[in-house]
């Protein structure tokens, strides 16, 4: 989707210069910076010079490294939950006490 606001901001890749449709940011450099250090990293690994595949590979990686994130997130987020249940039963607990305190009177 085009914006009207949007201007053109070039990134450096593997030596290769991107011009993408948006606004220059710091985030905008993290993310081409995160991409070039996986290409060069594979790169450097399996010694390929077809930038194409080390591209892919670079992708795989990076979707690996996202749907292992995601995973540990939703980890995280059930034992969030289920943390807020056990705290939850206890605060009720503890908030009933005085009723059943009163109710015996």
Same mark, same amino acid.
């Given at each position: 989707m @085009? $914006?009207?606001?949007d201007t053109v901001a070039k990134v450096k890749i593997f030596d290769q210069i991107y011009a993408v449709r948006?606004? *220059?940011? !710091?985030?905008? @450099?993290?993310?081409? %910076?995160?991409?070039d250090d996986k &290409?060069?990293?594979?790169? !450097?690994?399996?010694?390929v010079v077809?930038? %194409?595949k080390? +591209?892919?590979? *670079? +992708?795989l990686n990076i979707a690996d490294?996202?749907?292992?994130?995601? *995973?540990?997130? *939703?980890?995280?987020?059930?034992?969030?939950e @289920?943390? $807020?249940r056990q705290l939850q039963s206890k605060l009720d607990q503890v &908030? +009933?006490?005085?009723?059943a305190r009163q109710q015996t009177k």
């Open positions: @085009e $914006n009207s606001g948006g606004e *220059a940011s !710091d985030h905008l @450099e993290r993310l081409a %910076q995160y991409v &290409m060069r990293k594979i790169s !450097d690994e399996i010694r077809d930038t %194409q080390v +591209a892919v590979l *670079a +992708a490294d996202y749907y292992r994130l995601q *995973a540990e997130f *939703a980890d995280l987020v059930r034992c969030v @289920e943390k $807020n &908030m +009933a006490e005085p009723i």
